[in-house]
Structure formats: structure tokens, C-alpha cells
């Protein structure tokens, strides 16, 4: 069966999902930080813990991520806005000026974030235009700050609270 619509209309429709945003950081070959925003981020599995996100076939910073075998998902705050799209972009120096220590697999935990979620790579498998990338949970903390969440809704950023 042929689709009746085409990708902008798919895009639109979908955006109406709010979705969870994190950075995927990890270190490349030469130990230098590496990130990239993702929107797309799941718990999968409890035994064992699991995690997953998808990634674009063209990213260039994937690659360079992934040949550590590991990384660190940073839940983003609310406010961590220009962080969201500083990482969106494939451009160098992403990491200039960016406050962040290094998570027990060496990925960077960035600070302001609401949660670090510190992952080895399990797999990797093609879906569509996509990568699937799953990761076995190594280290994960939270803050214990009420901050607003980031999430991504209708093409932008936006934030959500928990209930008093």
C-alpha cells in the first residue's frame, strides 16, 4: 500500500508527540568530546537495563561517538535550550564552553542536565533512515532539583513540570 501523504505532512502530524529531549555525548578516538541532540530517547528494558534512542544515517558525530562503545545520555533542563540547539547542528566546537565532567566511561555528563544516563553500546541496526542504537544502563543519576523538563513539541522546545 502506497503512503497518502508525503514527509512534511508526516513530520507535522508527529510533532504533535511531545517528546523527552538529551544530548548523546560520548569521546572520540583522539579523547575529545563529542554530542548530538536527540529526541528520541526510550527505557526499553529493566533486566537488563536498556535504553535506546534513534539517530540519523548522515550524522557525522555518531560515528565518532560510537567507536568509544559507550556513552552518556544527558536529560535536558528546560532551560538548557541553546545547548538543544547547539547540538543539533554538525558543526566543531560544540563543546567549547560547555560545563561537563567526565561519567565513569569517560562520556560527558553535562552540568545543568537532570539526569546522566552512562551506557555501553549493546547494538546497532538500520531502521529506515535510521539507526537504532540500544544501550546497556552502566551508571545513570538524577538531581534531586524540581526543574522543568525539556521536550520537544511541534518544532520547538518547551518544558513540563511535575505535579506539586
Avoid at 53 to 67: C, D, E, H, R, V
Avoid at 85 to 96: H, L, N, Q
Avoid at 101 to 121: F, M, R, V
Amino acid at each position: 500500500m502506497t503512503a497518502t501523504f508525503d514527509s512534511n505532512q508526516f513530520r507535522s502530524v508527529l510533532g504533535n508527540l511531545p517528546t523527552g529531549v538529551v544530548i548523546v555525548s560520548g569521546v572520540d578516538v583522539l579523547g575529545q568530546p563529542q554530542g548530538v541532540t536527540i529526541g528520541s530517547f526510550v527505557s526499553i528494558s529493566l533486566d537488563p537495563p536498556l535504553v535506546g534512542f534513534f539517530q540519523g544515517l548522515t550524522s557525522k558525530t555518531w560515528p565518532a561517538i560510537a567507536a568509544s562503545g559507550s556513552f552518556c545520555a544527558n536529560v535536558l533542563a528546560h532551560d538548557q535550550g541553546e545547548l538543544c540547539w547547539r547540538f543539533a547542528k554538525e558543526a566543531e566546537g560544540r563543546f567549547d564552553g560547555v560545563d561537563w565532567s567526565p561519567a565513569t566511561s569517560g562520556s560527558p555528563k553535562i552540568a545543568g542536565s537532570l539526569a546522566h544516563i552512562d551506557c555501553t553500546i549493546e547494538s546497532s541496526s538500520q531502521v529506515g533512515d535510521h539507526l537504532f542504537i540500544v544501550g546497556r544502563v552502566q551508571n545513570l543519576e538524577a538531581t534531586n532539583d524540581a526543574k522543568s523538563a525539556m521536550v520537544f513539541f511541534k518544532g520547538a522546545v518547551t518544558g513540563t513540570s511535575p505535579s506539586p
